[in-house]
């Protein structure tokens, strides 16, 4: 018994104003952040900077990945020497919905953002990834970036012994 395989038609363009409810319900729903984040925080990260912003489509339209950055102003020159870098791009978020994830969609929107980076002679990119996205960490590895750092965090209670572990 053979069974026929159908590969899912996918488009990667640039978001639109009328993808942003779709985004915005991705980006709750799958995304790491210290608090859920509003249609307003979603439209913020579109209009600052809509040219570096991508989403996937389905056959049939609808929005199923989404990935936004930006370049990294201000940084200052002893860094960027140090960093060996002329211009730096951040990658600030990216989500595929659950039941599209294995399937290169998101090899597929970090790529376009990456060639629209490389086209706009970006030469560093950066991003953070919660601890817990091994499959995330796993996808950017396998693209190429590297872990350069740890970001740490520690709650600290208030009172005697806060700050001792304790």
Not at 19 to 39: C, I, K, Q
Not at 56 to 85: N, Q
Request: hydrophobic share 40%; with cysteine.
């Amino acid at each position: 018994m053979h069974t026929l395989s159908v590969a899912m038609a996918l488009h990667i363009r640039p978001c639109r104003q009328d993808d942003l409810p779709a985004v915005h319900r991705l980006s709750a729903e799958n995304t790491s952040f210290d608090a859920t984040p509003t249609l307003a925080d979603t439209e913020g990260l579109y209009h600052r900077n809509p040219e570096y912003f991508y989403v996937a489509s389905d056959e049939s339209g609808e929005v199923v990945g989404f990935i936004t950055g930006y370049e990294r102003k201000g940084i200052p020159e002893e860094v960027l020497r140090t960093w060996k870098a002329t211009r730096v791009g951040y990658v600030d978020l990216m989500a595929v919905d659950p039941a599209h994830r294995r399937k290169g969609i998101g090899t597929r929107l970090l790529n376009t953002l990456l060639e629209h980076f490389r086209r706009e002679r970006i030469d560093l990119v950066l991003l953070d990834v919660p601890v817990e996205q091994m499959a995330a960490v796993k996808l950017y590895e396998k693209i190429g970036f590297s872990v350069r750092a740890f970001h740490m965090k520690k709650y600290l209670r208030n009172g005697a012994g806060a700050g001792s572990g304790i």
